[in-house]
């Protein structure tokens, strides 16, 4: 938050949501269907409503069912019911199917664009008199005198990339109201201001993500299948990294295809994004991609720590909703449902109380806690591989987490392993032929934009550690970790009386940031800082 | 004095712009939509006109079916007075949107009309002009420089030689440049405001005009695909392959 010489303006509300995902527009409409007089409004950094949401998805309906009862009758606009699951396991060069797990079987279960769903949803809420705006990033925390959060302060627009006001200048402005929800989804930046300044995660496990890359394809003719979902584990990640891969037949010719790889792998030279395009490399992959062309792609981190890294899920004045709390089931590979339910059980707890105190209670006691808690065992399972984790996966789904044990989350900026303790690693990787050539190209599918004059919004807390400790320790794995090129280090060469020197800078491209978070999560030194750019900025996703 | 600006609901300048593959069109599905960048430069001369105390009110016009009113309610947020949103579903050429424009021009007489000097979807640049002769007034386009005195108006444009400047009796009709201004962003308290401003629906059949297309598109391709390049050694190589491909 910068200090400001004039007074903002402010405006009231009974809640404030920050972000306009699938909890804090269920949240609102909930909201609104229980205390119609409540006066709601939800913010979001994205020019438009869905342009910042990137998820697989596969949606478990049952809480749009609570939620819009007549939803089937106008369903959102890529809705289509899942015919047949199947999962695989991959070598470098072979398939083996699998039998699916009984979280992963997807009967009754629809394929969406989660981006899509949510520009659906946007409109229903404006009908019940929420207002949404937006285009507005939530910049800061208004704090008020006794310590509580009495709501949000808006980004600043038109300031250059000095900090200075531009001729477009425009303070931001406050918006308070008694009850804040933050529904930013995964490691929100407010929210992650949030959970240190309230000590929320001080009895929790570190939260575990993971990131996913996601490409929606239009294939040739013929090749796509719709409602066949498929999932595969193995190849190309080692057996030390969890992670797997998703494609998803949809109409229309569309396919979505995405990797997720848990971002507590220990090899600093790994590089997510190559790892999916290996994925996509795979003789049993790469013929459906052959002939068709890319519609959108993008990245975002999921949130993957379960029941045992759920922080506090209230403060005074303020609650965490869906993934900002950490309520995905990573075993189903699905949080929409559990974003649905925690923002409609908010809804009902504040239009009950008017209040955040006793929240915590409630979720824990609720089923879309149940659910966490089931397969709390599943994901740290894996820390020990992909053969261990697999045995564990069984045992905890056939007892149905009933096992008196729980398996520990480790921090994923620790799980790096120094370069001169690294074993060498042999990556079989193709040569490779489908798009996108590389980071670049692909960030363009992501049709991301930030004006160029504005303040860096990736903060750097100690830029020498980059230059000195990083380089020799780790070997910058910010330049690979990012899937959108955002870290370049750049050698500048000086010549001076008596021969030339050579200066290495890390250069940020924070234009071809596509809001995924990994780079503040993964850092080993932990001196990233994501906050949020200039409101509208990013990325644009088109049925992602 | 009325200034009347006309918007244009486009494919945002930041999409990919994808041809349907039964080349009917562009794919518009789950695409973001935004003004006209020209036609918000337009808007901004405009209320910096009226924010200067040489016009009383702004209105922002649009032709479309009712998705443009997400348009016509930023332009209000913006700062317009009122909006009009001339309704129809039919396909639209420059010729019938300046028709459509006339009946409003004669409607509400403003002093001056204010628009994009193109749309970035149809880049046709007509609307304006077209418009001018039916009004039998004059126009200035291109403008990278706008100013008002009594009933003249003195423009900037920016033509192939550099500046060119020009005066204008008003009522006239003035395109806008890229140059002329860098548009306001929206402060949130002026959403809600816009949403209790005046936009009226008035459909185009009631103003008399159909939709005439003279013109006839008989199907859109997107340019063909760049071949990918070489790597060669040296100039030798370079020039070899050149000569082998009939270049040199």
């Not at chain 1, 938050?1 to 405006?11: G, H, K, L």
Request: hydrophobic share 40%; net charge negative; glycine share 8%.
């Amino acid at each position: 938050m910068s200090e400001t010489a004039t007074e903002r303006e402010i405006m009231e509300y009974d809640v404030i949501i920050v972000g306009a995902g699938p909890a804090g527009l269920a949240c609102a409409i909930r909201l609104k269907q229980l205390k119609p007089d409540l006066m709601v409004a939800v913010i979001e950094k994205s020019a438009e409503i869905g342009a910042h949401i990137l998820s697989g998805a596969v949606i478990e309906p049952a809480a749009l069912d609570e939620l819009l009862p007549a939803w089937r009758e106008s369903p959102p606009p890529i809705c289509i019911p899942v015919e047949r699951d199947e999962i695989a396991l991959l070598t470098a060069t072979s398939k083996r199917k699998l039998p699916t797990p009984p979280q992963q079987k997807n009967h009754g279960n629809f394929i969406v664009s989660l981006g899509a769903l949510c520009a659906w949803m946007a409109p229903q809420a404006e009908a019940l008199g929420v207002d949404i705006f937006p285009g507005y990033a939530a910049a800061g925390v208004h704090y008020l005198q006794n310590g509580a959060v009495g709501g949000v302060i808006i980004g600043d627009m038109g300031v250059d990339r000095q900090g200075n006001p531009k001729d477009t200048y425009m303070q931001g402005i406050e918006i308070h109201a008694p009850l804040t929800v933050m529904a930013e989804g995964c490691r929100g930046h407010l929210s992650k201001q949030l959970i240190t300044k309230f000590k929320l995660d001080a009895d929790s496990d570190p939260q575990a993500y993971g990131i996913g890359i996601k490409e929606l394809w239009q294939v040739a003719p013929g090749k796509c299948k719709p409602g066949l979902v498929q999932h595969s584990i193995g190849w190309p990640l080692d057996t030390k990294t969890y992670g797997g891969s998703f494609i998803y037949h949809m109409d229309k010719d569309r396919v979505a295809v995405g990797f997720v790889c848990a971002l507590d792998y220990s090899d600093p030279e790994f590089s997510p994004f190559e790892a999916f395009q290996q994925f996509k490399h795979h003789p049993s992959v790469k013929p459906l991609f052959e002939g068709g062309e890319i519609l959108s792609g993008g990245a975002r981190t999921i949130i993957e720590g379960g029941a045992q890294s759920l922080p506090k899920v209230e403060m005074p004045g303020a609650l965490l909703i869906g993934d900002a709390a950490g309520l995905l089931n990573l075993p189903k590979i699905k949080g929409t449902h559990q974003a649905i339910r925690s923002g409609m059980l908010a809804a009902s707890h504040i239009a009950e109380g008017s209040t955040a105190e006793g929240f915590d209670e409630t979720l824990r006691a609720s089923p879309i806690m149940k659910e966490l808690h089931k397969v709390r065992n599943i994901r740290p399972g894996f820390n020990k591989g992909l053969w261990r984790g697999l045995i564990t996966a069984a045992i905890e789904t056939v007892t149905v987490g009933k096992l008196p044990r729980t398996l520990h989350n480790h921090a994923d900026y620790s799980s790096l392993t120094k370069l001169q303790d690294m074993e060498p690693v042999d990556r079989p990787w193709v040569k490779r032929s489908l798009a996108p050539r590389d980071r670049l190209a692909s960030v363009y599918f992501a049709a991301t934009d930030h004006d160029e004059d504005q303040l860096v919004h990736l903060q750097i807390l100690e830029p020498d550690v980059c230059i000195t400790r990083c380089g020799e320790e780790y070997g910058h794995p910010c330049t690979r970790f990012c899937p959108a090129n955002v870290y370049e280090m750049v050698t500048d060469q000086m010549t001076e009386e008596g021969g030339s020197t050579a200066n290495q800078h890390l250069q940020i491209n924070a234009a071809n940031c596509v809001h995924c978070k990994t780079c503040d999560i993964k850092d080993p030194y932990q001196i990233i800082n994501w906050v949020t750019p200039e409101g509208g900025s990013g990325p644009n996703y088109q049925n992602l | 004095m009325k200034i009347l600006v006309g918007i244009k609901r486009v494919v945002d300048y930041n999409v990919r712009i994808r041809v349907r593959s039964d080349g009917s069109g562009i794919d518009t599905d789950g695409v973001k939509m935004s003004i006209n960048p020209f036609d918000e430069i337009a808007l901004e001369e405009a209320l910096r006109i009226r924010e200067a105390g040489l016009a009383e009110e702004v209105i922002v016009v649009s032709l479309g079916g009712n998705e443009c009113q997400q348009q016509l309610r930023t332009g209000l947020a913006m700062g317009a007075d009122r909006a009009i949103q001339i309704d129809t579903d039919a396909d639209l050429q420059p010729l019938t949107i300046a028709r459509a424009f006339f009946k409003i021009v004669e409607k509400e007489q403003p002093g001056l009309v204010l628009m994009g000097k193109q749309a970035i979807d149809g880049d046709n640049s007509q609307t304006g002009q077209m418009l001018a002769a039916l009004w039998d007034r004059p126009q200035a386009t291109f403008a990278s420089g706008l100013s008002l005195s009594g009933n003249t108006a003195t423009v900037v444009r920016e033509v192939d030689a550099g500046l060119e400047t020009i005066e204008v009796d008003l009522p006239a009709v003035v395109s806008v440049d890229l140059r002329l201004n860098e548009p306001r962003f929206v402060k949130l308290p002026d959403i809600m405001k816009a949403k209790r401003k005046p936009l009226d629906v008035i459909s185009m059949d009631d103003l008399g005009v159909t939709a005439e297309n003279d013109l006839k598109v008989s199907h859109y391709a997107p340019p063909p695909k760049r071949e990918k390049g070489i790597m060669v050694e040296d100039a030798a190589q370079l020039v070899a392959e050149l000569r082998n491909r009939g270049l040199v």
